[in-house]
């Protein structure tokens, strides 16, 4: 099993629509969690933490599960610009933030 | 401000070459990594530090090397280039082992 695991997608929905994306990840020790954004040939930027409570960013919502070990990231009134790959990272845990990398969620919004 | 930077932005080696990616940052930050991406798939760590002076491997570190003589210097090596390295480079960097990574731009490499 991969440390951290996403669904590839791609997901297309259009302008409007509730989009959420899931990401296991199989360390329990793990303490912090992160989704970034990735736009196609770019580097990837950090779009929220995701905190134990949850937390919200304007149209962006990310929650915590650790019973399940999954953190989720919510997109309610999808705009095109939303249109990326959706990263997340979770901290291996120990000393060193060793972030391990999800493969990607692709995410088309259309018209 | 400008983050981290990183050059070049695309470069083509013989199987054999040299080279070094360089990776630079203006934040002030201890720590720096060095990741990888393939297509389609997440990045996975080659080396980082955790201040001037002090490296360590991450998951991937074979036919790689690397430095860190000064906070803001973060230079990845290739010694003896082979297709496989043939990737998307991201240099990025932290203030602390919990907070947020930045990314640099990134460097295309073509290993033909």
């Known amino acids: 099993r991969k440390e951290v695991e996403q669904d590839p997608g791609p997901f297309n929905v259009p302008e409007g629509a509730t989009v959420a994306f899931n990401c296991t990840y199989s360390n329990s020790a793990s303490q912090s969690f992160f989704w970034y954004r990735q736009d196609c040939r770019k580097e990837p930027k950090l779009l929220m933490s995701?905190?134990?409570s949850g937390n919200e960013d304007g149209r962006f919502t990310a929650q915590l599960n650790r019973a399940s070990q999954y953190i989720s990231l919510l997109i309610r009134d999808s705009k095109l610009s939303d249109s990326a790959t959706y990263l997340c990272a979770v901290n291996r845990g120990g000393g060193y933030n060793k972030l391990i990398f999800g493969a990607g969620t692709r995410l088309a919004v259309h018209p | 401000n400008a983050g981290v930077t990183q050059t070049p932005k695309f470069r083509i080696l013989k199987i054999g070459q040299s080279m070094t990616l360089q990776c630079t940052q203006d934040m002030n930050h201890n720590y720096m990594y060095w990741y990888r991406q393939d297509p389609g798939m997440g990045l996975k760590l080659i080396y980082y530090s955790v201040g001037a002076g002090i490296t360590d491997k991450g998951e991937v570190p074979n036919g790689y090397n690397v430095s860190r003589s000064t906070t803001e210097d973060f230079p990845l090596r290739l010694e003896l280039a082979a297709p496989s390295q043939t990737s998307v480079y991201f240099c990025a960097s932290s203030s602390g082992s919990q907070e947020t990574q930045y990314f640099g731009p990134g460097t295309r490499l073509l290993v033909l």
């Open positions: 995701v905190y134990s």
